[in-house]
C-alpha cells in the first residue's frame, strides 16, 4: 500500500478515535518504536518515544485541548504529498465555543512510514502560533470546560 493510501487511512481513524476514545484502533498504524515530535513553543512543543507514550500524549492533548470546545473543524490547506518519502501536508484547525472569539491554529504534518506503519510523526508551528494561542488560552482558558469534563 502506497504511503498516501496509508496516511488517509490513518487519518480517518484518529477522527473516530477522537469521538470514541478507543486508541486500539490505533495500534495498527503506528510502530511500537514510533516518535512524535511537535516543533513550537509553548503551549506546543515536545518529543514522545514510543506507541504508548505517543498515545499517551495524544489522548492528554485531546482532552485537555481539543475536546474542552464545542466544536473542532479540521481543513487541509496544501497536500498530502510525498516529499523525501514521507507524507507532508499543511493544516488548520479552528476551535469554538459559544460565546469566545475562535481560535484557528496552523500547523505542518510530516509522516513517515516504516512499510505500512508510522515511525514518525512530526508537526511544526509557525513562530506566530504560540504567541497566539498563549494570548488566546489567558484571556479566553478559563471559561472552557475542564479538562476531562
Given at each position: 500500500?502506497?504511503?498516501?493510501?496509508?496516511?488517509?487511512?490513518?487519518?480517518?481513524?484518529?477522527?473516530?478515535?477522537?469521538?470514541?476514545?478507543?486508541?486500539?484502533?490505533?495500534?495498527?498504524?503506528?510502530?511500537?518504536?514510533?516518535?512524535?515530535?511537535?516543533?513550537?513553543?509553548?503551549?506546543?512543543?515536545?518529543?514522545?518515544?514510543?506507541?504508548?507514550?505517543?498515545?499517551?500524549?495524544?489522548?492528554?492533548?485531546?482532552?485537555?485541548?481539543?475536546?474542552?470546545?464545542?466544536?473542532?473543524?479540521?481543513?487541509?490547506?496544501?497536500?498530502?504529498a510525498l516529499r523525501e518519502g514521507s507524507v507532508w501536508l499543511r493544516w488548520r484547525a479552528s476551535y469554538k465555543s459559544p460565546?469566545?472569539?475562535?481560535?484557528?491554529?496552523?500547523?505542518?504534518?510530516?509522516?513517515?512510514?516504516?512499510?505500512?506503519?508510522?515511525?514518525?510523526?512530526?508537526?511544526?508551528?509557525?513562530?506566530?502560533?504560540?504567541?497566539?494561542?498563549?494570548?488566546?488560552?489567558?484571556?479566553?482558558?478559563?471559561?472552557?470546560?475542564?479538562?476531562?469534563?
Amino acid at each position: 500500500m502506497d504511503a498516501l493510501t496509508r496516511f488517509q487511512e490513518y487519518a480517518a481513524a484518529f477522527e473516530e478515535v477522537f469521538r470514541s476514545d478507543d486508541w486500539s484502533a490505533l495500534e495498527p498504524y503506528f510502530t511500537e518504536d514510533a516518535v512524535y515530535e511537535i516543533l513550537g513553543g509553548p503551549p506546543f512543543g515536545g518529543r514522545h518515544q514510543g506507541r504508548d507514550a505517543v498515545f499517551t500524549h495524544l489522548k492528554g492533548s485531546l482532552d485537555g485541548f481539543d475536546r474542552r470546545f464545542a466544536s473542532r473543524e479540521l481543513e487541509l490547506l496544501e497536500g498530502p504529498a510525498l516529499r523525501e518519502g514521507s507524507v507532508w501536508l499543511r493544516w488548520r484547525a479552528s476551535y469554538k465555543s459559544p460565546g469566545l472569539p475562535e481560535l484557528v491554529i496552523d500547523g505542518e504534518e510530516t509522516v513517515s512510514f516504516e512499510g505500512d506503519r508510522i515511525r514518525r510523526l512530526e508537526d511544526r508551528f509557525p513562530p506566530q502560533m504560540s504567541p497566539i494561542t498563549e494570548a488566546w488560552l489567558g484571556a479566553y482558558g478559563d471559561r472552557l470546560p475542564p479538562a476531562g469534563g
